[in-house]
Every structure is written in structure tokens, then in C-alpha cells.
């Protein structure tokens, strides 16, 4: 196995570089005027350490993949074409009205208990740019008011004039039947040939999601239209930096949904979030191979904190309709919370409740932090670690950066100290426990909303910065067990590297399996069974496009259920793909009424209102190479390694700071045990270990953090890896 895969966050491009029985990670300052400079930075640092030049590897590796935040910041920055809409007539405030949701979508808990003071999100469609067509389809899919062709030849019309860039079709029950939608896109065509329009996208909503709810399958449509230029451009700029060094093959593009595909089957709403969620399907497969159990995932990097779940057996948690930035969409994504804390998140001073305020707003890699010593004149969360101690001035990310430690302290002296009357260390303290707590409570908030447990979850820690927090989180959230897995500085890199293949097409399908009133259960299979060909079909059809064999193509059943009228419903994976019979259906309920008593406690279930499907959706993907895991549980007699050196750090709940030995990579060995306070220094990161905490390595780079007798969770039986690593 010979691949790339990079994920490029807001600070930080992070690679992982498998060349055959060779691991390598490696990191680069992320370049936002240019992301090809990152991600040829890195990986020019990874083909040092193979001794191979960048040309060799590109023209020898069988694919590359790629995860990137350019989506979410073009969208957070506001950064588009002027998009134009046409509904149906009637509905031509739907958007702008956005269910009256509109006032909270996207902001936190503590603003939205506060909607007299909100604000609605600047519309990414003004109201001039909409435009109606007289037509209507019912809710099964019959046309009451057919279409005119004139009709709508002049509404494009206004639309083009008006000056829109990118054109939107969402159409009423356009999922029930989308002829009306696919015939406007036809009359475009027709009457606006590209050298008279030029590249303008045209977008189906139909085609962009399968639920129906008209405002969620409007908006998606809209921002995927919104995205559309700045991924396409980005994307064409990597393919074309790639085929420069002599890589032939297809650029793969990792999306939301935990699958990656080529730029030609890719929307550009799928690329949102895809780095963090890599990271959490690294967390799945990891949880799958090594019987690691309930795992939250915790990926702290230069500018945000994400949290993903990953119940015990790998069932990933779904987003229904997720938000993105201010607005409710409808496509399937993997459940994440993204909270605005990492190293360069930045430290204020907030006069209204006289407290410390950290994030959401962030140094990124230009300037950086006060300590980068770019320019950079507020304290961060970094700059708070270097002042106590926790960081090595001189071995920075593997000592390419050089930190300032007087820029640190002047800078939080000036925003921090001089407002709450405190010294350096103490504010810097203030600003630790400050982010710890946060980011403690956004996975106390996950684990409570899903029915988990704290004591049943592992927290998996990796990102640049997760090693250096883990310890102040878990103790502020009551986890007793951290693991930071191989490679957990690049570990969303990793993540992307054994994705799949993988394309998601779902319907809403309002299906009752079992009828409390009657006592009835399902049995039109034929309306089942087309439901799910259908939904198989277009999945094959995407992979055969991009030169995918199709006898190696695979489908997932999944449907979201509820008992009765629930609100909450329930994303389930089952291993048959069609109902024939009694049994069929009854082995449904069951699957989902295990998972359901497991997610929420055993005896929660209510089979008695009734058990419905909302969404069947089905995953078509092609099974790769993977990067193996070995087993977490390891058994051995330990010692204690040899310091490095020492220096004295602050800890928060110390008021004077404690004597710390120092130790560098080989302390990471499974022969050996760490007890806090220690700090371990890696190239690529740096281990934090508190007091009352202590390290037990496994054999492939795993690293277990354990609090008091805690032991580590795992089965002796995982696949053995033969490859080796080069941190």
C-alpha cells in the first residue's frame, strides 16, 4: 500500500505518508493564500525522512487523498457568487422566512434562550434574486399544475440579469418527482449555451438531497451553489500542483459523510467539516479493529476543538440536518461539534462578567500566536502553555518554530493581567483551566444528548494540541481512560487515508413497521425492496462513473427510526439489504431496539407506539487497504525511563510549581511507565501528564493516559501490523 493523505486545518497541514511497510507523519504551516504550498511542504517533510523526492512518490502512490476547511471558511468569511433561486410559485419566501429557525439555527445554547435579541444570518440569496415558476407537485409525486416553458424561460431571464452567478432549481416535492426540476435544467441549456453563459452552475435540488422539508433542501442546494467556484478553483489548483510533479491519477476529496470520491462526484457542500470527520472515522476503525468500545473523540488543533461519538461497535452518529454556519441543510453527515478552542485560539479579557474569555476567534498560522513572534500581539491558548512551562521554546513542531516567550508574557500581561490584577503564570493559568472547561463541557453535553455514559467512554485524544489538554479535560469531564492513538498528531490524516470510497443516497419514506393500533406488521415489500434498487442503483452509477469495477461495489442498508411520534430518531445500520418476509422485518425491529437500549438504557424502548422508518438511505462503496492496528490491551512489566532533563511547571490547582521531569520520544517505549507531572516531548507534539495521571504504551505508538488504578480497555486479539513508523 502506497498512499497520501493530508488534512489542512486552520494553522496547521497535517500529512500521512504510507509507503509500503513505512509509516510517516509529518506537518507544515498551512498556507490560506495557497494551499498547495502546505500541502507540498508537508509532504517534501515526509519524503525526506523516506528518502525519496516528491516525483518519485506521486508518480509511485496509488492515490492521494485530501480534506480541507477552504468550504468552511468561504462560507464563514461570506466569501461567493450571487446566487439565484427558483421555487415554486408561492414559496418564494420560504428561504428568507427559513421556518422561523432561522433566528437560532447555528448559535449556542445560551443565545438561543435569548431570541429577543437575535439576529437572523445575513441571507446568502437577497429576495431579488428569487424567482417563481407557476407549477405544483403534490406530496406523492402528481402533477396538479404542469409546467410552462415560457413561463420559466422568463424567469431565467430576470435571474441572469439581474446578475446572478450560480443557479438554484428547488422545487416543491421535487423528491417525489423531479421532472419539473430536470426540464428547467434542460430549457437553461437550451436557451443559455456555455459561450453564452459561460461555466455558470446549475444545481437540481433534487439531486443535491432526497428529504423532504423544502426550506433544509433549499438551503443545501443554495450553499453547495454558493461553494460551487471557490471548491472547484481550490480543488483544480491541487489536481493541476499534483499532475506538475507527476501524479497521473484522479485527486480524491474526502467528504462529510465519511466516504471520499473524485472532484467530479463531489459536491461542495460534502467537503464541509471533512478533515475533522476523518479524524472520527479513523476513531471508528480503530474502535472496530481493537475492541476499544465506547469512544468520544476529541481532535484539538490550531484553531478548533472536535468532538465526534463512536458507540461500541462503530455505529457512527448522524446528523438529520445538520447546521452549517447559520443555516439548517439536509444532506447526511456524520454527527460533529465543533467548538472555536485550540492552540491559536485567542484569550480576551470579557468587562461585561469580568472573566477570561477564550475563543472562538483565532491567531491562525499568520501571524500566529504572540509566541510565533510574526507579528501576533494577543495571548493564546499556546502562549498560556509556553508560560507555564508546558512547551519547549526551542522544540517547537520539531523545532522549525522558534517561540518567543517574552512576546508570550508581555502580550498576556497587556490583555489578561492588567484587567483581572494578576501575574503572567496566574493569568495564564486563568486561560488553561478557562479552555479546559469548555471544551470539558461540549463532551459532557455530547455524551448527555446521546444517552451515553461517561464512565463507559474512552476519550480519544489526537490533534497538535490534544496530548497537551487531555488531562485537564478529562478530569473536568470525569473520563478516567485516555488513549492517544498511533500517529495522534495527524491522526484526521490517517483517518482520510483508510476512507472508503463511498457515496450516500437516501429518500424520505414514511414506512410504519409495526401499527400499535392494529397490531399490524409491514408488508408491502415491493414498495420496500424498489425503494432500496433505486437508491443502490444511483450508488453504482456514481462509482462506475469515476472507473470504479462494479462487481466490487457494496451497498449498507441504513434507516432512521423512532418509536411513534418521537422526535428523536435513531440512524441504524443492519446487515440485510431487503425484506421478504415476516422475519426480515421483525429482525429490523430487533436490531433497532438493541441499539436503541444500548444509545439510551436497556427498557427504554416503546414498542408499544409503534415503530416507523423516516429515511431509508443506502451507502454504495468500494472496500480498500487499510492501515492496521494492533492490539491496546498490552500486559508487561514496566519501568521507568531515564529523564531528559527537568524545569519546574505550573499546574492548575498548585499554587507553586512543581519540579517536572523532562522526557523525549523513547519514554513513548510499551516497556516503560510515565507518572505525573512529567512531560514527554515528540517532533511532532507534546504529552502532558498531571499529577494523579500516568502513561502505559503499547507496542505500534498508542499511547494510554490512566487516572489512579484505571486500566486500559481493549482485546488481545487485534490484527497485528507489520509496518513500521517514523514519527
Known sequence: MRRISVDIGGTFTDCFFVWDDTYIESKALTTHHNLALGFNAALDNACTRAGLSREEVLKGVDSVRYATTLGTNALIEGKGPKVGVLVTHGFEDT????????????????????????????????????????ERVDSVGEILVPMMDDDVRQQVRELVDEGAEALVIALTNATENSTHEERILEIILEDFPSHELGSIPVLLSSQVSGRKGEYVRASSTIIDGFLHETMFHALNQLSQNLRASGYEKPMLVVHNSGGMAQPNSTDALQTIHSGPIAGVGGAQHLSE????GDVVSMDMGGTSFDIGLVPEGGIQHYDFQPTIGRWLVSVPMIHLNTLGSGGGSIASYDRVHHAVKVGPESAGSDPGPAAYDRGGLRPTVTDADLLLGYLDPDNYANGFIKLNPKRSLFAMEEHIGDYLDLDP??????????????????????????????????????????????????????IKRILFPPFSSVFSALGAGNMKPLHIHERSSYIVLYDPITRDLFDDYER??????????????????????????????????RYGNQLVTTAVSFDINRLNNVGDVLKVIRTFSDIYGDRYG????????????????????????VVNFESLFFDAERSTPEKVSSRKVHFVGHDEPLETPVYDQTALNEKYVVEGPAIITTESTTYLIEPGWRTEPTPQGAVWLLKGDTRPRGKHNAQPSDASADA
Open 95 to 134: 428561504i428568507h422566512i427559513s421556518r422561523s429557525k432561522g433566528y437560532g439555527a447555528g448559535l449556542d445554547p445560551l443565545k438561543q434562550g435569548d431570541m429577543a435579541d437575535a439576529e437572523r444570518p445575513e441571507p446568502l440569496v437577497p429576495r431579488n434574486l428569487v424567482r417563481s415558476i407557476k
Open 289 to 292: 479493529v481493537t475492541g476499544l
Open 425 to 478: 503564570i496566574e493569568s495564564a493559568k486563568v486561560v488553561k483551566r478557562t479552555v479546559d472547561e469548555q471544551m470539558a463541557i461540549g463532551i459532557e453535553m455530547e455524551l448527555r444528548s446521546h444517552g451515553g455514559v461517561v464512565d463507559d467512554y474512552t476519550m480519544l485524544a489526537y490533534g497538535g494540541n490534544g496530548p497537551l489538554h487531555a488531562c485537564g479535560i478529562a478530569e473536568k469531564a470525569g
Open 528 to 561: 420496500f425492496n424498489g425503494y432500496v434498487e433505486e437508491l443502490e442503483q444511483r450508488g453504482r452509477e456514481d462509482l462506475i462513473r469515476q472507473g470504479y469495477d462494479v462487481s466490487k461495489v457494496e451497498h449498507r442498508l441504513e434507516m432512521d427510526m
Open 602 to 625: 436497556e427498557g427504554t424502548q416503546a414498542p408499544e407506539a409503534g415503530v416507523r422508518v423516516q429515511t431509508v438511505r443506502v451507502a454504495s462503496y468500494i472496500n480498500g487497504d
